[in-house]
């Protein structure tokens, strides 16, 4: 069975300082992964996928993540958080196999201190 | 290419009555999915289509239900509503194919008074 967990549900940072966003899955077949964000009352946007190309994958405003198959993680990161940076970011597995099921994992909260 | 598109954007509803939903999806994508967001259960699946079938389905009760419509435009309906349905529902489209990402909608937000 698939399953997705966000170590932690609320992450603060400095401007200019390392974001780690942490996602660990478990899945029973080949899957994708994806990073989402979502900025208050908006919809998600997409920030990256991984789909068992190469295992570290850029996204979109320098954000980046590592596929890590023997730790069953995919970590997000960006070298110099920005205030708008701020937001709840949602690790996602996708089982591309049997029927495509997706599981959103809980969400972490961005806070970026100036 | 226009984005996914989800009306009405904001809705008002009271206890009992029901309430339908609409979701454009991006010209060419086959699968529509559904999702309630709450601050107290955060995002949860409701359920996916994908060439008029539903394909996938997540724990609601039987008065959240939807179809999809052969243009691929889907709408979910909830019948008999309650506070806890006072959410923000969001609608995703894609290919529905292996390795490919949902696009989601600006979402339309439900209040049950």
């Not at chain 1, 400095?14 to 478990?26: A, H, I, K, Q």
């Not at chain 2, 009405?8 to 509803?13: A, D, H, M, N, S």
């Amino acid at each position: 069975a698939q399953s997705v967990t966000q170590l932690d549900s609320h992450v603060s940072v400095s401007e200019g300082t390392p974001v780690l966003l942490r996602c660990n899955y478990s899945s029973s077949y080949s899957p994708s992964l994806f990073w989402y964000v979502q900025h208050p009352n908006k919809g998600l946007q997409l920030l990256l996928k991984y789909t068992s190309a190469a295992t570290l994958v850029k996204g979109i405003n320098g954000f980046e993540a590592e596929f890590k198959k023997s730790e069953t993680s995919f970590h997000l990161t960006k070298p110099s958080a920005h205030m708008s940076d701020a937001a709840e970011y949602f690790c996602v597995v996708k089982d591309n196999a049997g029927g495509f099921k997706t599981i959103f994992g809980a969400g972490t909260r961005l806070f970026v201190k100036a | 290419k226009a984005g996914v598109t989800q009306t009405p954007r904001y809705l008002i509803k009271t206890r009992g009555q029901q309430v339908t939903l609409s979701c454009s999806p991006i010209s060419g994508h086959r699968s529509v999915s559904w999702y309630q967001q709450t601050p107290g259960q955060g995002l949860q699946f409701l359920f996916e289509y994908f060439s008029e079938t539903q394909r996938n389905k997540g724990n609601f009760p039987g008065r959240f239900s939807g179809r999809q419509f052969s243009n691929s435009r889907s709408e979910m309906n909830v019948s008999t509503l309650e506070l806890g349905d006072s959410a923000l529902y969001l609608c995703a489209s894609s290919p529905g194919r292996p390795n490919t990402e949902a696009f989601f909608g600006q979402g339309t937000r439900l209040t049950v008074v």
